[in-house]
Nanobody
Framework: QVQLVESGGGLVQAGDSLRLSCAAS????????MGWFRQAPGKEREFVSR????????YYADFVKGRFTISRDNAKNMVFLQMNSLKPEDTAVYYC?????????????????WGQGTQVTVSS
C-alpha cells in the first residue's frame, strides 16, 4: 500500500511561515491526486488544498487562499504546503492524503491513503 509521512510542523508566532512536506512511497506517485487536510482539537477534519496528478490543477479552501501554496515534485515523490501569514486559527494537526484517481473532492472520505499528521501551532 501507499505510505505517506508528513514533516515540517512546529510552533510559530502569528505572521510566520512554515513549509510542510509529505513523502510518499509505494504505488505510482504521479497517478495520485494529493491533498492536505487539517484537524483542530474538538473539530472535524477539514479540507485545506489539493493538487492534481500533473500538478497543473490546484484548489484551495477559501480560508487559506492567498496565504498557502500547494506543490508537488513527482520525481521526488513529495508534496509540499507552503504556509505564509499564519494565524492562530490555523493551529491543527495537518494531514497529507492521496487518492488513486483524479478526484476533485474536498471530502476526507474520498481519499484513499493518509499520513500520521504533523502538528502546527500558531501563537498570537
Amino acid at each position: 500500500q501507499v505510505q505517506l509521512v508528513e514533516s515540517g510542523g512546529g510552533l510559530v508566532q502569528a505572521g510566520d511561515s512554515l513549509r510542510l512536506s509529505c513523502a510518499a512511497s509505494g504505488g505510482t506517485f504521479s497517478s495520485y491526486t494529493m491533498g492536505w487536510f487539517r484537524q483542530a482539537p474538538g473539530k472535524e477534519r477539514e479540507f485545506v488544498s489539493r493538487i492534481s496528478r500533473s500538478g497543473a490543477n490546484l484548489y484551495y479552501a477559501d480560508f487559506v487562499k492567498g496565504r498557502f501554496t500547494i506543490s508537488r515534485d513527482n520525481a521526488k515523490n513529495m508534496v509540499f504546503l507552503q504556509m505564509n501569514s499564519l494565524k492562530p486559527e490555523d493551529t491543527a494537526v495537518y494531514y497529507c492524503a492521496a487518492d488513486r484517481s483524479a478526484v476533485r473532492s474536498v471530502a476526507p472520505s474520498d481519499y484513499d491513503y493518509w499520513g500520521q499528521g504533523t502538528q502546527v501551532t500558531v501563537s498570537s
